[in-house]
Antibody
């Protein structure tokens, strides 16, 4: 069974940093691209970032570009999101999501397939 | 960025009703559209990929159609467990963009 478990969320002050982790099991982690998606309170889903299987292709939403860094450790079956210079508007539940199998990817990006339960990040002074 | 316009933003329906949700893309996205279900406190769930393909394990009352700019998610006979918020997602172009969501509520 595919399992994705996020951790690392919490309360952080504006301008601060936080590192989210996603521990994955039940599948061959190194075979899949991975996504981060967030949902602010009362808002819809927003795609944040994508990393390919071998970390060659990395993409970000404009809203986080230059502040957030996605990475992965295939030996540890883990995905990360380093969040720097956080803003109040970054407050959200952050989900990690496994990408679809490669044959269902487009232009080198694999959209979210299986998702974790999410971790809440609150940016407030 | 490709804008995804989803409608309606909410609807009230009864168990057994046929429900249709639409998503319109601001430019041609071919068939590169997924549909997701989101329940409060639960992980989002992929229902439909590539516009019309049902993910394994998803009940057959869910179906998707469309290509280009206009897409539809249909629930043929609404069940109690289907009350949730539904989102479309385009992945033809970066950044990936979601529709605004459709909340399906009990009438």
């Amino acid at each position: 069974e595919v399992q994705l478990v996020e951790s690392g969320g919490g309360l952080v002050q504006p301008g601060g940093s936080l590192r989210l982790s996603c521990a994955d099991s039940g599948f061959t982690f190194s075979n899949y691209g991975m996504n981060w998606v967030r949902q602010a309170p009362g808002k819809g889903l927003e795609w944040v970032s994508y990393i390919s299987r071998g970390s060659i292709a990395i993409y970000y939403a404009d809203s986080v570009k230059g502040r957030f860094t996605i990475s992965r450790d295939n030996a540890k079956n883990s995905l990360y999101l380093q969040m720097n210079s956080v803003r109040v508007e970054d407050t959200a539940v952050y989900f990690c999501a496994r990408g679809t199998p490669p044959r269902y990817c487009t232009n080198g990006v694999c959209p979210p397939d299986d998702w974790g339960q999410g971790t809440l990040v609150i940016v407030s002074s | 960025d490709i804008q995804m316009t989803q409608s309606p933003s909410s609807l009230s329906a009864s168990v057994g009703d046929r429900v249709t949700i639409t998503c319109q893309a601001s430019q041609d996205i071919n068939i590169y559209l997924n549909w997701y279900q989101r329940k409060p406190g639960r992980a989002p769930n992929l229902l439909i990929y590539d516009a019309s393909n049902l993910k394994t394990g998803v009940p057959s009352r869910f179906s998707g159609s469309g290509s280009g700019t206009d897409f539809t998610l249909t629930i043929s006979s609404l069940q109690p467990e289907d009350f949730a918020t539904y989102y479309c997602l385009q992945y033809e172009n970066l950044p990936l963009t979601f529709g605004g969501g459709t909340k399906v509520e009990i009438k």
